[in-house]
């Protein structure tokens, strides 16, 4: 499966933007993930493979909203009101395999499949 993003970009604070990730392969659990400068990777948000689940990072919730269209097989990742902190390379993740939706969604480690990245930067 590789997965490819995009629609990364420089947009000012309270900006918005849409995030892409287009799959070749099967995809089942997905979720997109940041790394800022000098950061570790964190869990941004989360999407089970028929959509009927999804998972956002607390300091996401209610700006960000993540969905997926399977007949397209990509996934997507909304992003209102963006902050100076938002400022990262998001990435998108796969898992290889069916399982069944629970917390392991938010880790890293838990996919098998990673894009190679998209920058998002959010100035103030």
């Known amino acids: 499966v590789q997965l490819v993003e995009s629609g990364g970009a420089l947009v000012q604070a309270g900006g918005s933007l849409r995030l892409s990730c287009a799959a070749s392969g099967r995809t089942f659990n997905m979720g997109w993930f940041r790394q800022a400068p000098g950061k570790e990777r964190e869990f941004v948000s989360a999407?089970?493979?028929?959509?009927?689940?999804?998972s956002y990072a607390d300091s996401v919730k209610g700006r960000f909203t993540i969905s997926r269209d399977n007949a397209k097989n990509s996934m997507y990742l909304q992003m209102n009101s963006l902050k100076p902190e938002d400022t990262a390379v998001y990435y998108c993740?796969?898992?290889?395999?069916?399982?069944?939706?629970?917390?392991?969604?938010?880790?890293?480690?838990?996919?098998?499949?990673w894009g190679q990245g998209t920058l998002v930067t959010v100035s103030s």
């Open positions: 999407i089970s493979s028929g959509a009927g689940s999804t």
């Open positions: 993740a796969s898992k290889g395999a069916y399982s069944h939706w629970n917390l392991r969604a938010t880790m890293w480690n838990e996919y098998d499949y």
